[in-house]
């Protein structure tokens, strides 16, 4: 990385309060406090009066010690991507206009109607024009499938974010990422989402987990 920098590192936390509109939004911005490996900052979209979503974010300052990595474990298969199904555009939702899904075969049957055995999104994801991926792209990536009870279950339920975090390990070499994605409890309404980034030379990027409503339509 530029400068030497060996790592960057951030844990970022966000609350979903209400729907957000399509209207003029106010962001607000604020310090909570720095030391001396961190600095915290929260941030609150308003819309229409209302506090839509508020978020925290802890971020590790940037460093020239080579931290070591040791995983207990390594990642679930995912199919090549010139295997994988491509999810296209989709009318008043630009995410795909701008970001390449492409899902694992075994677990994208759900869009046709066939089911898998697990709760389970992987695949891969990049920007449509390369670039870089930054701190900022990683925490859109680690939300950019769809959710994990459509493999199993099909489009039988609502399943709108309560929170979302993610926490951000390092930035990637390479602008094409894996994604694992697993739910494996659905109770009291409703259903977690625990995830893995890693990018193409086998580092873990990011973890992420969501919590959200699971309500049968």
Request: glycine share 6%.
């Amino acid at each position: 990385m530029a400068g030497g920098i060996k790592n960057t590192a951030a844990i970022i936390t966000a609350n979903y309060m209400d729907r957000c509109l399509h209207c003029p939004t106010r962001i607000q911005v604020s310090s909570l406090g720095e030391s001396t490996h961190f600095i915290r900052k929260q941030a609150s979209i308003v819309q229409d009066g209302r506090e839509r979503i508020r978020a925290m974010g802890t971020f590790v300052r940037p460093s020239q010690i080579d931290f070591p990595s040791d995983y207990d474990g390594v990642p679930e298969d995912v199919a090549p991507w010139d295997r994988c199904i491509k999810v296209p555009s989709m009318p008043g939702y630009s995410l795909f206009d701008q970001v390449d899904l492409r899902l694992d075969p075994e677990y994208a049957g759900w869009m046709e109607g066939n089911l898998a055995q697990r709760s389970v999104m992987k695949g891969w994801v990049r920007f449509k024009d390369p670039r870089a991926v930054d701190l900022e792209a990683l925490t859109l990536f680690a939300d950019s499938f769809p959710p994990c009870v459509l493999a199993r279950h099909g489009l039988v339920a609502w399943v709108p974010t309560i929170e979302y975090s993610v926490n951000i390990r390092e930035l990637p070499s390479s602008d094409r990422l894996k994604g694992i994605f697993t739910t494996r409890f659905i109770s009291s309404g409703l259903v977690e989402e625990d995830g893995e980034l890693w990018d193409e030379n086998g580092r873990l990027v990011a973890l992420s987990r969501q919590i959200a409503k699971f309500h049968p339509q």
